[in-house]
Every structure is written in C-alpha cells, then in structure tokens.
Nanobody, 126 residues
Framework: QLQASGGGLVQTGGPLRLSCVVS????????MGWFRQAPGKEREFVAA????????YYAYSVKGRFTISRDNAKNTVYLQLNSLKPEDTAVYYC?????????????????????WGQGTLVTVSS
C-alpha cells in the first residue's frame, strides 16, 4: 500500500514537499516513481529513483526544480518541489515496482509500475 501526502495550494515560485509511505512490502527492493496528471491531460512521468537512490531520473520539465529522495528506514519516498509554476498544477501519484532491468529501463512508463498511491493534489496559483 502506498499513501501519498503533502499536496496543497502554493503560490508561484513556492516550495512544497510530497511524501509517500510504503507499507506491506520490502521497500528497499523497489524502484519508486512520481507521476502527475493535470485536468484533461494524460498521466506523465515526473521522477524516479532506485532502491539505494543511486540512480535518479527526472522529466525535462522538472529537472533542476524537483528532487526525489527516499528514506528506506522509514519506507518513505519524497518529492521536493521548488520554483513551482502554474503548469505544475496536477494530482501527483507515487508508484512502485520491483527493480528489474526492465523497470530500470522503462522507469518513465506508467504501465511498468505495479502499485499506486491515491494521489495528492498540488495547486499552484499565479
């Protein structure tokens, strides 16, 4: 089970930190990802990292502004959102999949992930 939290209303340029707690699984063996879905748009990849955080991946639109990290001891993955823009407004989802060669290669594809959180809404006002 994945439980995402931390969304809310923030002004343009502001920060926000999302959290995703994983329960019932061996968190450290999973690749974790964040996706988002804006109204009327398809779900898109935001960021992902491997179990030890050694490999991190970002969508071009958020690189340099968002940071994904994880605390295996707390079974939690974080997404730090900085310099937020109105176009970042979306429901943000965390996702998990067993780390394999396939998932490590296609980390930006939502269909790769087996487990999803319920989503947390981020609204950036202009």
């Amino acid at each position: 089970q994945l439980q995402a939290s931390g969304g809310g209303l923030v002004q343009t340029g502001g920060p926000l930190r999302l959290s995703c707690v994983v329960s019932g699984r061996t968190f450290s063996s999973y690749m974790m990802g964040w996706f988002r879905q804006a109204p009327g748009k398809e779900r898109e990849f935001v960021a992902a990292n491997t179990w030890n955080g050694g490999s991190t991946y970002y969508a071009y639109s958020v690189k340099g502004r968002f940071t994904i990290s994880r605390d295996n001891a707390k079974n939690t993955v974080y997404l730090q959102l900085n310099s937020l823009k109105p176009e970042d407004t979306a429901v943000y989802y965390c996702a998990a999949v067993q780390r394999t060669y396939y998932s490590s290669t296609y980390y930006d594809n939502a269909s790769v992930y087996d487990y999803w959180g319920q989503g947390t809404l981020v609204t950036v006002s202009s």
